[in-house]
């Protein structure tokens, strides 16, 4: 491996996006969403530490403000950090962490679950669950909790698996009002376009359920990385008779039956919230942590300003 000295930033136009997606293709811990054109959509101004010619790599998606530049976890990635193919050390972790600029004043950013990051005071583990699909349905639905199953109980919803990323963003903003409060058009411009980009590319599925009226109740949107052999659960929504018909859980499950006994592991992305959390554990998820990184780099008087 290249010495740490190696690791140089690169700005946005600079990046050789070929050699990039390569590396990512080549990520055992990689995902859709570090790909560059997924970047270039949620974070306009990406810029990266690289190590060597593309062996390891950290995306950096910068923000300015006031003349003031920040390192923030752009909505709908729940995870970046360091990427290769390579075995990435703890060492490696805190080495690229000290390579981030110096004129970046303010740090909130989520490293992934294979970056063991050094212990610190700013650094908080975060939850997520996943479930990998690698048995037979019939051994997955044995660790459904009890409630499920009597939800799943279901022979009235109508699936459709060529829904429109749009539909189920929509839906999502009409049902979820406390949720999408602090989220702009912008974001969910950005999400449709993320989506449309994955789609051309073969890497996204939209499932959605109708009652036998052609109502729509709920719908999901998954992003899937055959090189990682991980799906996300990039969004799901349903309206209030969705939840009383237990729709969301249903589409769940469906694809859950459909890749059962796969190598895929399905990414629940989640969740900090009790609520969410026990509802993604009742399909038998378990968890999968990740780090945290939270610094601020200005005097108080400073933020307080900001």
């Keep these: 491996m290249a010495s740490p000295n190696d690791i140089t ?12 997606d390569r590396c990512i293709d080549g990520s055992s811990n990689g995902s859709v969403c570090l790909y560059s054109w997924f970047l270039d959509i949620l974070s306009p101004q990406w810029s990266a530490l690289v190590l060597g010619d593309y062996v390891l790599v950290m995306p950096l ?15 709908f990635i729940q995870q970046l950090g360091v990427f290769g193919a390579e075995t990435i050390q703890r060492e490696t972790i805190r080495q690229f962490v000290d390579h981030i600029p110096s004129n970046i004043r303010l740090i909130d950013y989520h490293f992934n679950y294979q970056n063991l990051f050094p212990q610190s005071q700013n650094v908080e583990q975060l939850p997520n669950l996943i479930l990998p699909l690698n048995k037979p349905y019939a051994d997955l ?20 698996k060529k829904g429109e990323g749009q539909q189920v963003i ?5 049902f979820n009002k406390k949720a999408t409060a602090t989220i702009s058009e912008k974001w969910y411009d950005h999400l ?41 659960l990039n969004l ?21 039956q459909q890749r059962a006994g796969s190598d895929l592991v399905f990414d629940f992305e989640g969740s900090k919230h009790k609520g969410v959390a026990q509802f993604y554990q009742s399909f038998g998820a378990i968890s999968e942590t990740y780090s945290r990184y939270h610094k601020e780099r200005f005097p108080m008087s400073l933020l307080k300003l900001i």
């Design 141 to 160: 639905y044995k660790t459904y909790s009890l409630n499920l199953k009597r939800k799943l109980k279901r022979t009235d919803l109508i699936l459709n």
């Design 170 to 174: 929509d839906l999502f903003k009409r």
């Design 9 to 20: 930033l690169v700005d946005h136009y600079s990046i050789d996006r070929q050699k990039w």
């Design 61 to 75: 998606p910068i923000r300015s403000k006031f003349g003031l530049y920040a390192l923030l976890q752009p909505l």
């Design 236 to 256: 799901i929504a349903q309206s209030e008779a969705g939840r009383e018909a237990n729709a969301g859980a249903w589409l769940i499950d469906q694809f859950i």
């Design 192 to 232: 449709n376009r993320v989506i449309e980009a994955c789609s051309v590319r073969g890497m996204t599925k939209v499932w959605i359920v109708k009652d036998a009226g052609d109502v729509l109740l709920a719908g999901i949107i998954l992003l899937e990385s055959v090189n990682h052999k991980r799906v996300i």
